[in-house]
């Protein structure tokens, strides 16, 4: 089993709907990172977790929000989502401490129609 | 101009060949990483370095702090290192900030 899973792997949505992407990990890892890649972009940080009490924005929040509902546990919300949205969207978790690596999930392809 | 550039962006070789991708930064950092995207989008951890040189298997990795300046080497390359290779930098101090280069997309033909 993946040590941080993403579901679900793929999904399309209508403009304006509610959507939430979910990341569950067994690393024991207190951080947790949401991330977004783009054609031609490097990955962008949305929203970071240092532990289960605190979140923080990253440098392309706006539209999105996040929920901490347990240490293995960080889910990514669109409120309503925008075809701007469209995108792959990878969570990622690390130890404590300085200079620690990233371990990703594979990935969540989604398309806002 | 980004912060974490990356050369070439798409690089072909024949299976054998020594591969070189570079990594230049231009902020201050505590630590490089190397990541490995695979055509179906996973991303896997290859190297996290500060300082000198790390090797793993047919993997090198390079970094020169004075010189703001990484590179990763692939010796032996094989059609099974085609992927994208990404070059993060981590700026360290108390707010969390991991920045991305674009990657460079490899291609090893048999």
């Known amino acids: 089993d993946a040590d941080v899973t993403q579901t679900p792997r793929n999904r399309i949505k209508k403009t304006g709907k509610r959507i939430m992407l979910e990341c569950s990990q067994t690393k024991g890892h207190d951080r947790m990172y949401w991330y977004r890649q783009d054609p031609g972009l490097g990955l962008r940080l949305i929203y970071y977790s240092f532990d289960v009490k605190d979140i923080n924005k990253g440098e392309i929040s706006d539209g999105y929000s996040v929920s901490r509902q347990a240490q293995a546990k960080f889910s990514l919300s669109l409120e309503s989502a925008i075809p701007n949205q469209t995108a792959l969207y990878f969570c990622?978790?690390?130890?404590?401490?300085?200079?620690?690596?990233?371990?990703f999930g594979d990935g969540t392809r989604l398309s806002i129609l | 101009k980004n912060e974490v550039e990356q050369s070439p962006q798409n690089l072909t070789a024949q299976e054998g060949e020594f591969i070189t991708i570079n990594c230049s930064y231009s902020?201050?950092?505590?630590?490089l990483h190397w990541l490995q995207q695979h055509p179906g989008g996973g991303i896997v951890s290859l190297f996290m370095?500060?300082?000198g040189k790390k090797k793993h298997g047919r993997l090198i990795a390079t970094i020169n702090i004075q010189e703001k300046h990484s590179s990763l080497h692939i010796t032996a390359s094989h059609p099974r290192d085609s992927a994208v290779y990404i070059c993060a930098v981590d700026s360290g101090g108390s707010n969390y900030k991991l920045t991305f280069g674009k990657g460079t997309l490899l291609t090893v033909n048999p």
């Open positions: 902020v201050g950092i505590s630590a």
């Open positions: 370095l500060s300082s």
């Open positions: 990622a978790t690390s130890g404590q401490g300085a200079n620690q690596p990233q371990h």
